[in-house]
Structure formats: structure tokens, C-alpha cells
């Protein structure tokens, strides 16, 4: 089982991002994919899940209306649209795939997700 993201770098504040998880060795299509994020000397956090199957999705209120996860069936992709960077956005971002049934708002710890990618650095500069 791998799930491999990418699509990371370096923008200025305002700009845009978009990541890609790309989800191999398994049927991923009863599960949730997180997104994460860990900044410098803080923990990891939440950002965003989508429930593969019916693409209903829930977010972290710092990126709410900033940022939009999506996925495509055919490619097996998970995506995170980043928009409206801000510094305080820069991390490694990570994805996850939990199969943990239940709501999305409370599949935001890392404890529910049993596979993850290998992180993707997000700089934003101001």
C-alpha cells in the first residue's frame, strides 16, 4: 500500500498550490483521505478529508474557503487545492487514508489514518 503525494514548493502569499496523493496497492474506495500538515516545532494538524466514496468533505476553520480537496476515481488521486496562501501555511503536508467509517468532523487525529504518504514542503514567503 503506498499513497504518494506531491505537488509541493515555494509561493508567495496570495498565491496557489495544488497537491496530488496518488493512492496505489489497495481499494481506497470505502475510505477516508486525509490531508495533514506539520510546521516547523509544532505538531501535526489537521487540514481537510474526503470521504472517497460520495466526495462529501470536511475542513480545518483556518483553511475553510482557502483550500478544497477533491479526487479522482479513474486515477486514484486525492487533490488539495491551496488557495489564498498565507505564511502561516507553510509545513510538510501529508496525506492518509483512514477506513474508519463515521462522520468526517471527527476523523481529524492522526490515530484514525493507518497509511500515509511521505509529505510534500509547502513554503509560502510573505
Known amino acids: 500500500v503506498q499513497l504518494q503525494a506531491s505537488g509541493g514548493g515555494s509561493v508567495q502569499a496570495g498565491g ?3 497537491l496530488s496523493c496518488a493512492a496505489s496497492g489497495r481499494t481506497f474506495s470505502s475510505y477516508v483521505m486525509g ?3 506539520q510546521a516547523p516545532g509544532k ?3 489537521f487540514v481537510a478529508a474526503i470521504r472517497w466514496r460520495g466526495g462529501s ?3 480545518a476553520d483556518s483553511v475553510k474557503g482557502r483550500f478544497t480537496t477533491s479526487r479522482d476515481n479513474a486515477e486514484n488521486t486525492v487533490y488539495l487545492q491551496m488557495d ?3 505564511p502561516e501555511d507553510t509545513a510538510v503536508y501529508y496525506c492518509a487514508g483512514s477506513p474508519t467509517t463515521g462522520p468526517l468532523a471527527t476523523l481529524t487525529t492522526r490515530s484514525f489514518y493507518d497509511y ?3 509529505g510534500t514542503l509547502v513554503t509560502v514567503s510573505s
Open 43 to 45: 505538531e501535526r494538524e
Open 57 to 59: 468533505t470536511h475542513y
Open 35 to 37: 490531508w495533514f500538515r
Open 116 to 118: 500515509w504518504g511521505q
Open 84 to 86: 489564498s496562501l498565507k
Open 16 to 18: 496557489s498550490l495544488r
